[in-house]
Structure formats: C-alpha cells, structure tokens
C-alpha cells in the first residue's frame, strides 16, 4: 500500500506529483538496462526529474521497488492473456505462454514472481489459473491443488530456465553459460552420468521457450487426463 504522512517529504520534487506506477514503470526500465545491480534511487530519482525522498514516499526500499516492478512484468503478460472464449486447456496454456515470455523478456524479474503470491498482479495470476481450472471437468476439491501446482510450474520453472546466467555473472550472456556448463558436462565420466555427457549439444542448442512448453504440455496433457478420464480400450 502507498504510504502517506502528513507532507510531502523534503527534496527537488515533490511526492505528490510522482505516482507509484510512473515510478515503478521507470525502474522497469531501468532494471531492463542495468539489471538489478545497476539499479538506485538516486539514478531513478534523476530519471524522473526529482529527489530520492519523493521515491521514498512511495516505495519503502528497493527490495519492495524490484518486487514491484516484476509484478508489473506479470500484469503485462495478463494484458496479453487469451480470450475468455477459449476452452480452459487452450486458455491455461496461452497465458502460460505469455507468463513465460514476459518475464523472458525481463529475466530479472523472474526470480522476484513469489509462490504463495502476495502482490497484485500475482494474485490475478493464480485466480486466473484457478478460474481456468474450475472450468474443465475436475472435480471442486482438487481445483486448489491443480491451480497452485501449475501456478507454481509457470513462474518455478520460467525463473529456472531464465536466471541462471544472469545470476552467476550479469555479464555473461545465455550463450556463454550454456556453452561453459556443456563443458562441464563433457568432462564427467560417462560412466557416473551417462545421460548428460551425451546431450551436451541439446544443451548447447536448446531453445528455452520450447523447453518450457514441453513441459507445460505434459502438465495441461495431465489435467486433460484426470478431468476428462476416458475409458479403458
């Protein structure tokens, strides 16, 4: 919630001519650029043409500003959601689809989507998952359990498949972590990991977007299962 007191606070600008959005749209940008390391209140207050105090009125530190920012991340990709018309398997996936590529679009803000969800744009993720669900033909006691577990998929996996390189080096792109963790892979005994010293060049060549719905449609492939059971030949 925005935090209020009795004046504005001392600085260039004032509080009440910054809005939370404008300031959190600008860190976006920001986070876009830089990454979250580059990130600071004094370069965002220069980008916005006023004092760190007006920011400060807003938004409490930069860990609430960078969880704020990412859950506006998320409210695009629900802009961008399906038509309500689709059947709940088609709905399920696109939105899945679009969570992934706008926080692919973002990877800093991958690994700031919490489970339980807390903020807003979050909540109506999970309530549209779960609307989509009670839509097919599971049965209501099972609706919570499907929703979170793919609630959990759709940000859990896309923070794993989108974060690792820039977590370990900011500088490293996905190419160069891919290729030096193949290395690594070659140079196990293939005798103790016969799988992955034979799909070092999947690895090398994979395309994360494809990774993620293969996994997404084994989930949705699931749930088509268990709501609609078809008899036995």
Same mark, same amino acid.
């Given at each position: 919630m925005p935090r209020t007191r009795g004046r504005a606070p001392d600085g260039k600008g004032r509080a009440d001519a910054l809005s939370r959005e404008t300031i959190v749209g600008a860190a976006v940008?920001?986070?876009?650029?830089l990454g979250e390391r580059g990130l600071t209140f004094r370069l965002l207050a220069k980008q916005l043409n006023t004092g760190p105090g007006a920011l400060y009125w807003h938004v409490t530190n930069k860990d609430e500003l960078v969880a704020l920012a990412a859950d506006q991340v998320l409210g695009h990709a629900l802009a961008a959601d399906p038509r309500p018309e689709e059947d709940a398997g088609a709905g399920l996936r696109a939105l899945?689809?679009?969570v992934?590529?706008? $926080? +692919?679009?973002?990877?800093?803000?991958?690994?700031?989507v919490t489970a339980p969800p807390t903020l807003a744009n979050a909540l109506r993720l999970l309530d549209r998952i779960g609307t989509l669900v009670a839509r097919t033909g599971l049965p209501a006691e099972r609706h919570f359990a499907v929703s979170t577990a793919i609630s959990y998929y759709v940000t859990g996996v896309s923070t794993q498949i989108i974060t690792p390189h820039t977590t370990a080096d900011p500088a490293t792109t996905r190419d160069a972590f891919l290729a030096q963790t193949a290395e690594r892979w070659e140079n196990l005994?293939?005798?103790?990991?016969?799988?992955?010293?034979?799909?070092?060049?999947?690895l090398r060549d994979h395309n994360d977007?494809?990774?993620?719905?293969?996994? $997404? +449609?084994l989930l949705l492939a699931g749930l088509n299962t268990t709501a609609d059971p078809r008899p036995s030949a």
């Open positions: 940008a920001l986070l876009d650029e899945a689809i679009a992934f590529d706008a $926080l +692919d679009r973002h990877p800093w803000a991958a690994s700031h005994d293939p005798a103790d990991y016969p799988f992955l010293t034979r799909t070092t060049a999947d977007r494809d990774q993620f719905t293969t996994g $997404l +449609d």
